[in-house]
């Protein structure tokens, strides 16, 4: 996907890793905003450390983005906590 719709495709699988991410690691306190964003950021992470192992699908770009929102969850709660 090219442009605009393929933006448009990536914000929107990166705001659904962010509240699957923040569903699943619960206790991060950073917030549905946050948590997209995080989700958005966590896509780029994800896509970067595991390429396409887990496809090109919807699916696949899905669990690959909460995946990295999850680690960047993480890596965030072990910062907000110091």
């Given amino acids: 996907m090219d442009g605009l719709i393929g ?5 929107a699988i990166g705001a659904i ?3 699957l991410a923040g569903v699943i ?3 991060s306190g950073f917030g549905l905003l946050w948590n997209i964003i995080i989700g958005i ?3 780029i992470l994800g896509g970067w450390l ?3 192992l ?3 699908s919807w699916l696949g770009g899905i669990i690959t983005a909460v995946v990295g929102a999850i680690i960047l969850l993480i890596i ?3 910062i907000k906590r110091k």
């Fill in 41 to 43: 950021v966590g896509g």
């Fill in 50 to 52: 595991f390429g396409s």
């Fill in 7 to 11: 933006i448009l495709v990536f914000l």
């Fill in 17 to 19: 890793a962010g509240w």
């Fill in 76 to 78: 965030a709660g072990l």
């Fill in 25 to 27: 690691f619960k206790g």
């Fill in 54 to 56: 887990f496809g090109t």
